[in-house]
């Protein structure tokens, strides 16, 4: 069994993400020593992109910010590659399907393999179209993460019996961010998906409080929080360390 479907096994899975580079990335080193310290079950790091078209405008910016600051994908791997050792969980990088095209599939999957990632997740990749990156990914042990959304139905299944790792579930329609209300469109979703495939479903998207994770949690493999952690990283810059540990703890209890 891949160490992304282990971290399913002990209850729900809580992933946070951040985006690597935001503020600095001596910042965001000390923050996935938090996150993991604070009970996160995978992580995932977003390589930051100036046209990130799933993303909300707390995202969007981050990402300007650690462009601005100097961050790239080769100091990203340098970051895994350092912590690989000591953070003791699956790492992913989610990163839109450019980056990856200007490196070149074959060298990207090896520099990932090479550092100690476990797996890639690319919004922007059709599912009809990730040949081309799957292989790559395949012949390095990398699992590359599907997404299923509302506007999936008809495909779900063909998604879900074609995946590995986890399935990544987009809660509503959208890009990114905090949202007050959660629709139930994600419950149907894992419904069908389950039906499938015995692949864990984690739901992702607009997550942002301790009582939407507990909601979610409930139909669900796991929890991924994005916007709220990186909207702390906003707030606090170089001092959001704590504050993002103790919210994570929060998040993760909130789900056992």
């Known amino acids: 069994m891949s160490r992304i479907r282990e971290a399913f ?10 985006t690597g580079g935001d503020p600095d990335i001596e910042t965001t080193e000390k923050i996935l020593y938090a996150l993991y310290e604070a009970g996160a079950d995978i992580i995932e790091i977003g390589i930051p992109f100036s046209d990130p078209i799933a993303e909300g405008p707390v995202i969007e910016a981050a990402d300007e910010r650690a462009l601005k600051g100097g961050c790239t994908t080769d100091m990203l791997f340098g970051l895994v590659a350092r912590v ?56 390095k042990g990398l699992e590359l993460i599907s997404l299923i959304a509302p506007t999936s139905e008809e495909r779900i299944t063909e998604i ?70 990186v909207r702390m990283i906003a707030e606090h810059g170089r001092g959001c360390v704590e504050p993002v540990r103790a919210f994570a703890k929060e998040m993760k209890r909130a789900i056992k």
Request: hydrophobic share 40%; proline share 6%; with cysteine.
């Open 9 to 18: 096994k002990n209850g729900k899975a809580f992933i946070p993400f951040i």
């Open 84 to 139: 690989r050792a000591d953070i003791g969980v699956p790492i992913l990088f989610m990163t839109y399907y450019n980056p990856v095209f200007a490196y070149g599939a074959e060298r990207f999957t090896k520099r990932c393999a090479d550092c100690g990632l476990d797996g890639l997740i690319v919004p922007d990749l059709p599912f009809e179209e990730r040949e081309e990156l799957l292989m790559p990914c395949e012949s």
């Open 160 to 229: 879900a019996k074609n995946s590995s790792g986890f399935l990544y579930c987009v809660s509503s329609l959208g890009v990114t961010g905090v949202r007050s209300k959660l629709g139930d469109s994600a419950r149907h979703m894992i419904k069908l998906a389950k039906q499938a495939a015995g692949l864990p479903c984690a739901v992702g998207f607009g997550i942002s409080t301790p009582e939407q994770a507990r909601e979610m949690a409930e139909f669900s493999d796991g929890v991924i929080v994005g916007s709220a952690i």
